[in-house]
T-cell receptor, first 116, second 110 residues
Framework: DTAVSQTPKYLVTQMGNDKSIKCEQN?????MYWYKQDSKKFLKIMFS???????INETVPNRFSPKSPDKAHLNLHINSLELGDSAVYFC???????????????FGPGTRLTVT | SQQGEEDPQALSIQEGENATMNCSYK?????LQWYRQNSGRGLVHLIL?????REKHSGRLRVTLDTSKKSSSLLITASRAADTASYFC??????????FGQGTRLTINP
């Protein structure tokens, strides 16, 4: 009964490859997010979707393409992986109360991506 | 650009002592949130304080917010070994976006 789940937990791949990370939430939330946490623990938002619609795209290279088939799923596809993409990627979800404000977010366990 | 900055970056105390972490931010906010991250895990929401609130309590946690100084503090009383984790503040400025600081790494020594 995990609230926010991500697969895989670990991903080791070579430069130039294409990979995907999947995220699912069973909390009934309308909004889902992807964050990147670097080696210094700095957590930065990449994308946000509300009811399958992209609402935030934080100057992420277009090699990163999120896809939301329904409001419970938000997947992240990365093309032509680079060394600098190595990080931990977190999916999160939250309610959307329509105020434009951000409320409590629920995070998945993270996917540690290592590009060699 | 990074919004919140936590201070100190690392804190080590004895079990039973109180731990205080600070967060400063740069722009006006709607609310400020604190999260905990255990090693190798995702973030867990601890507490949310709105911009019109000055103090909030939850169990052993006490959060204060001073919007005039653009700062917040998180106090953990009677610390336990299980409190060992990284603690992040995050600010909400609208647009359904949270901006996180770099965190304070808290170590509770038994």
């Amino acid at each position: 009964d995990t609230a926010v789940s991500q697969t895989p937990k670990y991903l080791v791949t070579q430069m130039g490859n294409d990979k995907s990370i999947k995220c699912e939430q069973n909390l009934g939330h309308d909004t889902m997010y992807w964050y990147k946490q670097d080696s210094k623990k700095f957590l930065k938002i990449m994308f946000s979707y509300n009811n399958k619609e992209l609402i935030i795209n934080e100057t992420v290279p277009n090699r990163f393409s999120p896809k939301s088939p329904d409001k419970a799923h938000l997947n992240l596809h990365i093309n032509s992986l680079e060394l600098g993409d190595s990080a931990v990627y977190f999916c999160a979800s939250s309610h959307n109360l329509g105020t434009g404000d951000s409320y409590e977010q629920y995070f998945g366990p993270g996917t540690r991506l290592t590009v060699t | 650009s990074q919004q919140g900055e936590e201070d100190p970056q690392a804190l080590s105390i004895q079990e039973g002592e109180n731990a205080t972490m600070n967060c400063s931010y740069k722009t006006s906010i709607n609310n400020l949130q604190w999260y905990r991250q255990n090693s190798g895990r995702g973030l867990v929401h601890l507490i949310l304080i709105r911009s019109n609130e000055r103090e909030k309590h939850s169990g052993r946690l006490r959060v204060t917010l001073d919007t005039s100084k653009k700062s917040s503090s998180l106090l953990i009383t009677a610390s336990r070994a299980a409190d060992t984790a990284s603690y992040f503040c995050a600010t909400s400025q609208g647009a359904q976006k949270l901006v996180f600081g770099q965190g304070t790494r808290l170590t509770i020594n038994p």
